[in-house]
Each structure stands twice: as C-alpha cells, then as structure tokens.
C-alpha cells in the first residue's frame, strides 16, 4: 500500500476570495448531519452563544442537535435562528459547519465561495471534494489541522478519539461475562478483570483511564516507547517489547516485516490473558496495523472480547468485520465504528468547542471573514478553495497520480 503523507503543505499564503472582507454579520449554518448513525452536531448552544453575542448570525437546522439531546428550543434561546428547509438553512450562508463531510448532493446545495469546515476524510471522499473544487467552495479540513501546542484547542481529532476511547471500554465491560473490579463478597472473592489495550495514543489512553476507574488491571502496550511513561501515569502497566517505532509527529512508523512478526508473537501472550482487548493502533494514512491474527483469537479465552477502533481502516484484529460484531472461538470481536457518535452530547460539544476556535482564526477581529489564510493552521487544514485542490495529496489521487 502506498503511504499518503496527509500533510504535505505547499502554500503559505492564501488569498481568501476576490470578493474581500464581508461585514458583520457572518452568516454560520449548520446542517443536520445525514449520515447513518451519526447523533452528532457541529455546536451546541453554548458556542452558539458566543458568536451570536459577538454579532453573528447562526442558523440551526431543524432538529440538526435532536440526536445529540440539544433540542431547538435551547438553540433558539442561545440566539440561534431555526431554519424549516436546507435551501432557508444555506441561502446566503458564508460559512458552513459539519461533522461528516458533505455528500455530493450536499455540495451541490453550497453556493460559490460558501466555506464549509469538518471532517473530510479527503483521501477517501474524491468525488465530493472534485464538486467542491468545480463549485468553487472552499473547505478546510479538521483531520488536517497540525498538532502543534497552538492548535491543541482545535484538535478535533484528539477530542473525538477521547470520546472513542472512553466508549470502547465501556462497550468492553458492557460486553464482558465478568465483574472488572475485584469484589470481596460474602458470595466468595472475585478477581479483577484484565484489559489490554492496543495502541497507546490519545484514544488508547482514554480506554485505559476507564478501565482503571472501572477496577480493571490495565495493561497497554504501543509501539512509540515514549508513551510508556503516559501509560504507567495512569496506573497501568506498559508492557515492555523491544520494538521502538518513534515516526515523524510523535506518530508511530509503519514496522518493517521482520518487527510486525515479532510484535505479533510479543503482544499474543498477553491477548490470551486479557479478559478485554482494546485495539486502537493507527500509522497516518495508512491501512491499521494487523496485531491480533486468528491464530491468537483461539488462545484467548471464551468470553473474552475485542473492541477493534481501527475497524474502519482495515481492523487490528485478523478477525474484524467493520460495524459488526461477530463471535470467532467465544470471542466477540467488536469491529467498532463511529464510537464518538454514541456519547453525542459530550463529543458535540468538545466538537462544537474545536470548531468556536477553528473559527477565531478565519474570522478577525472586526467581525470581518480574513481577507488571506496566512495563519499556519489554516494553510495546513485548506482542502479545496476557488477552484482548485489545495491538498496535494488528494489532488494527486483525483488526477490519478500518485501521492
Ligand atoms: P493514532 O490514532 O495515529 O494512533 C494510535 C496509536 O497507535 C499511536 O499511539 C501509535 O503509536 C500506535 N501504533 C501504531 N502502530 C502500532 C503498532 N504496530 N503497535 C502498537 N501501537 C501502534 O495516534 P493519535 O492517538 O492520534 O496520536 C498519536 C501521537 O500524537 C501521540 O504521541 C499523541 O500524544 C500525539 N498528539 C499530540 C498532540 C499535540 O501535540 N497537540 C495532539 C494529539 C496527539
């Protein structure tokens, strides 16, 4: 597989549009997300608060916050505008916020020079971003803003990867035949259960601090030996193997053939004695690393479980099948998929929260939309803008090149 550096940026300064600066007020929509399963928005009334103080105009739309449990009614106190119709919602709309990206269809209802910011998943979703570059939109992408200490609070990805943690051990316990904490009853002394997690980033580090609230013995294992010191400060054991993949970012490398074996037969001991197997190891732009082969699924014990969070992108586990669950050997595998979309309210709002800080940057302080991107962030997370694909790498893969 071919690696995609997703953050190749090419460009420093970026006029914003011909039209120049708009005045007060800057017109904020936000859609209802229309992908299956996704309870999220992208504000919530306290952020909506904000901007309308500020002078802005936000428009919701009808039942856009429902599934998140933010009704109408708080949006329309916080100063919101409902909109009954997408076509009320987008006309004269200057700035469109989401969760998931938008459809082609949704692309098509964006006016020209209407900026759209979210999650893009660019590399994998060339025909929306090609009607974006045709219908002259401008969108930034969330997955695309560098993880330097300045954008820290506009880190979508960390945010929504903490809901996914918190939820994969959750589903973990929820599917587990065993108590996690140990009891000392008068029905006999029950021994705690043990969780291994797989993967020690932002979301594997969330797992654990569940986990451990919940009473478990953690144990976690990454291939960055730096996040050991993270891991044994949450009171988990960090398991030593002699692999050290430090890549560039303070991501990991992909492991050369000769490391994925012997990782595979390191971290098998200690999947056959995890009574909960929590995988979250990912390489940028990669397909997810194969940790846990069908061989090791039969050593583990039944009843035992496999929340997979790489699912998506291919699964850690031999045996996963993305958004499904599926029982091999005992075993229930969970190919998770969306985790933050099941704690709605509290990833909408850290979501909401990313974006009021994603917009200080393109908004100046008169009100006014900025005139050029020249901040870094923004140069960074530009997708699409007056006509053209901003992002090499997805333009490489639209013009069939390579990245
Ligand atoms: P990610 O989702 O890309 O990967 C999850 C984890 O999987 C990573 O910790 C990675 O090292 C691990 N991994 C990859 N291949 C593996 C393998 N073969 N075996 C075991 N583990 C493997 O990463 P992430 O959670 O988004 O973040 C990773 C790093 O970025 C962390 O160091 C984190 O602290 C850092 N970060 C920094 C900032 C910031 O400075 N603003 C923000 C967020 C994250």
Do not use: W
Not at 33 to 60: C, D, F, N, W, Y
Not at 123 to 147: G, I, Q, S, W, Y
Not at 345 to 357: D, I, P, V
Not at 370 to 376: A, I, N, R, S, W
């Amino acid at each position: 597989m071919e690696v995609i550096n997703l953050y190749r940026v090419e460009q420093t300064v970026i006029p914003a549009g011909s039209k120049g600066p708009t005045a007060l007020p800057v017109v904020v929509a936000v859609p209802k997300e229309m992908a299956p399963g996704e309870q999220r928005v992208a504000t919530v009334p306290e952020v909506v608060q904000k901007l309308t103080k500020s002078g802005h105009e936000v428009r919701i739309e009808h039942d856009a916050g429902t599934g998140a449990y933010y009704p109408d009614e708080l949006f329309t106190a916080a100063g919101a505008k409902i909109a009954s119709s997408r076509t009320d919602l987008l006309n004269g709309a200057q700035i469109v916020l989401r969760v998931q990206p938008p459809t082609v269809a949704e692309v098509d209802q964006l006016a020209k020079g209407t900026i759209v910011i979210g999650f893009m998943n660019a590399t994998h979703n060339l025909e929306a971003v090609a009607r974006m570059r045709d219908r002259k939109v401008t969108a930034f992408a969330l997955e695309f803003v560098p993880r330097i200490t300045r954008a820290q609070s506009m880190d979508a990805l960390s945010s929504q990867a903490t809901a996914g943690g918190y939820v994969a051990a959750i589903l973990g316990a929820d599917n587990c035949p065993k108590f996690l904490p140990m009891l000392t009853t008068a029905a006999g002394t029950i021994r705690p259960a043990t969780v291994l997690i797989l993967g020690a980033g932002v979301a594997g580090l969330m797992a654990i601090a569940t986990a451990k609230r919940l009473g478990a013995i953690v144990e976690a294992y990454d291939v960055r030996r730096a996040a050991g010191e993270q891991v044994r400060s949450l009171g988990a054991r960090f398991l030593e193997l002699e692999i050290n993949a430090e890549g560039q970012g303070g991501y990991a490398r992909e492991l050369t053939p000769a490391e994925k074996v012997t990782e595979q037969q390191m971290v098998s001991a200690a999947v056959a004695r995890a009574d909960i197997v929590i995988t979250t190891a990912a390489i940028p732009g990669r397909k997810a690393p194969l940790l846990i082969t069908k061989e090791t699924v039969a050593t583990m014990r039944p009843g035992a479980v496999i929340v997979d969070l790489a699912a998506e992108s291919g699964g850690n586990c031999e045996l996963t099948q993305a958004g499904k669950t599926v029982t091999e050997y005992g075993v229930t595998i969970i190919g998770a998929q969306n985790l933050p979309a099941r704690v709605p309210f509290h990833s909408s709002q850290m979501y909401a929260k990313n974006l009021q800080s994603f917009l200080a940057l393109l908004i100046d302080k008169d009100g006014a939309i900025v005139k050029e991107f020249t901040d870094e962030i923004l140069v960074a997370s530009i997708l699409v803008h007056e006509g053209t694909v901003r992002h090499g790498p997805t333009r490489d893969l639209l013009s069939g090149g390579k990245p």
